[in-house]
């Protein structure tokens, strides 16, 4: 805080309210942070280090110059960033469930509050994010920004996860029926299925084959085998389930149409190799 002299001055004083500050080069206040700067015949500044909240307020520079008191009063304003204080924890909800959100800030001046879509890139303002029935493509995470212009917002993040059923509409998204030879080697997958489910599904394919290998990943099931025999045609059924519920998909292993030709060429094949 300065303090310009341009008389002769004979006492000057720095007041913080009634509070003296510095008489003269005597400093009266016990706070640590205040210090004198200049003190000569044109400049009576002092300092206040790691400012507070607390610290604003009317200062007055006092001094008497030709027998003639003068005052120069100064107002101290403190600006604090933008700061999130309070946020929403990370939510799992059901789908169809309503989701609040919130994020409380502080900050002088006072701050706005914003809410951003990740997903798709929508902004909401204030404090609170309602989201009424949820579904699950909105599952994604919200990012809180915090702004009053003294310095980089202050942002943080929410994670919303939506629980749906398995037994939903669509939720085995890939499951179709297939063709193959007998005797045909590392065949593809007789299953593959795609599970859009959260929590993350039990899988099961119903089979009493035990020669045949199951590959459970986290949304996917794959029935595999090696060489395909007469006891492998017939139908498939893969089951998945998570709390929320369960579905199922079935399919179709069926011979191709020239399954019986290649029995039939296969001998002549053979004989004619001997012949050879």
Same mark, same amino acid.
């Given at each position: 805080l300065r303090c310009k002299i341009d008389e002769e001055v004979t006492h000057k004083a720095w007041l913080n309210r009634s509070n003296i500050l510095f008489a003269g080069t005597d400093k009266w206040s016990l706070d640590p942070r205040v210090s004198l700067v200049n003190s000569n015949d044109s400049d009576f500044s002092i300092q206040i280090?790691?400012?507070? $909240?607390?610290?604003?307020?009317?200062?007055?520079?006092?001094?008497?110059?030709?027998?003639?008191?003068?005052?120069?009063?100064?107002?101290?304003?403190?600006?604090?960033?933008?700061?999130?204080?309070?946020?929403?924890? #990370?939510?799992? $909800?059901?789908?169809?469930?309503?989701?609040?959100?919130?994020?409380?800030?502080? +900050?002088?001046?006072?701050?706005?509050?914003?809410?951003? #879509?990740?997903? @798709?890139?929508?902004? @909401?303002?204030?404090?609170?994010?309602?989201?009424?029935?949820?579904?699950?493509?909105?599952?994604?995470?919200?990012?809180?920004?915090?702004?009053? +212009?003294?310095?980089?917002?202050?942002?943080?993040?929410?994670?919303?996860? $939506?629980?749906?059923?398995?037994?939903?509409?669509?939720?085995?998204?890939?499951?179709?029926?297939?063709?193959?030879?007998? +005797?045909?080697?590392?065949?593809?997958?007789?299953?593959?299925?795609?599970?859009?489910?959260?929590?993350?599904?039990d899988l099961h394919t119903d089979t009493n084959d035990n020669t045949l290998k199951i590959k459970n990943e986290k949304t996917r099931s794959l029935l595999l085998f090696t060489n395909v025999t007469e006891k492998h045609f017939g139908n498939y059924t893969c089951f998945a389930s998570n709390r929320l519920g369960a579905s199922n998909a079935s399919m179709l292993l069926f011979k191709s149409k020239n399954t019986h030709i290649a029995f039939q060429i296969t001998p002549l094949l053979k004989r004619y190799d001997a012949l050879q």
């Open positions: 280090e790691q400012v507070a $909240v607390a610290d604003e307020g009317p200062y007055t520079c006092s001094f008497q110059a030709l027998n003639q008191p003068r005052i120069a009063h100064v107002y101290l304003i403190v600006q604090v960033p933008a700061k999130i204080v309070n946020i929403s924890q #990370d939510k799992s $909800v059901n789908e169809g469930d309503d989701v609040n959100l919130f994020c409380l800030a502080v +900050g002088r001046p006072e701050p706005t509050i914003t809410w951003k #879509d990740f997903k @798709y890139g929508r902004m @909401y303002e204030g404090e609170f994010l309602d989201i009424t029935d949820i579904k699950r493509h909105q599952a994604e995470e919200f990012e809180c920004i915090t702004n009053n +212009g003294v310095a980089p917002p202050d942002t943080r993040r929410v994670k919303v996860t $939506v629980n749906c059923e398995s037994g939903h509409t669509h939720t085995l998204t890939h499951s179709h029926s297939l063709h193959t030879r007998v +005797g045909r080697r590392r065949s593809p997958p007789l299953k593959r299925t795609l599970i859009s489910t959260r929590p993350a599904p």
